[in-house]
Nanobody, 127 residues
Framework: QVQLVESGGGLVQAGGSLRLSCAAS????????????MAWFRQAPGVERELVAAISGSGSNTYYVYFAEGRFTISGDNAANTVYLQLSGQKPNDTADYYC????????????????WGQGDQVAVSS
C-alpha cells in the first residue's frame, strides 16, 4: 500500500505564502512519482473537493485551475518522492483542507480517477 502524507499547512494572513509538501511512503519506490501523475485538490466546508493543480510523472507538464494560475506552483522531487504546492498571494477563500493525490499514467481532472489520497492538511487564510 502507498501512503501519501501532507504537511506544511497552517494559518496565514491574506497575501501570505505557504508551501505544502506531500511525501509518498509504503510501497512507493524511488520511481513512484515517475510512474504517477500527482495533483493537489482542496475542499472547503460545504463545497465539493476540487482540483487545484496537477503535475505529470516526468514533471515536465503542469496544469492549474483558473484560481490557482499565477498564484500557486506545483513541483516535484522524484528523488525524494515528494510533491509540493507553493501557495502565494493567498486569499480568505483559499481556506480549505488540501489533499494530494496520485493517479497512474497521465494527469487527470476528476477526483475519482485518482487512486491514492493523503489525509489532508488544513490551510486557513485570515483577512
Amino acid at each position: 500500500q502507498v501512503q501519501l502524507v501532507e504537511s506544511g499547512g497552517g494559518l496565514v494572513q491574506a497575501g501570505g505564502s505557504l508551501r505544502l509538501s506531500c511525501a509518498a511512503s509504503g510501497r512507493a519506490s524511488g520511481r513512484f512519482f515517475s510512474n504517477y501523475a500527482m495533483a493537489w485538490f482542496r475542499q472547503a466546508p460545504g463545497v465539493e473537493r476540487e482540483l487545484v493543480a496537477a503535475i505529470s510523472g516526468s514533471g515536465s507538464n503542469t496544469y492549474y485551475v483558473y484560481f490557482a494560475e499565477g498564484r500557486f506552483t506545483i513541483s516535484g522531487d522524484n528523488a525524494a518522492n515528494t510533491v509540493y504546492l507553493q501557495l502565494s498571494g493567498q486569499k480568505p477563500n483559499d481556506t480549505a483542507d488540501y489533499y494530494c493525490a496520485a493517479t497512474s499514467g497521465d494527469m487527470k481532472a476528476r477526483r475519482f480517477e485518482y487512486e491514492y489520497w493523503g489525509q489532508g492538511d488544513q490551510v486557513a487564510v485570515s483577512s
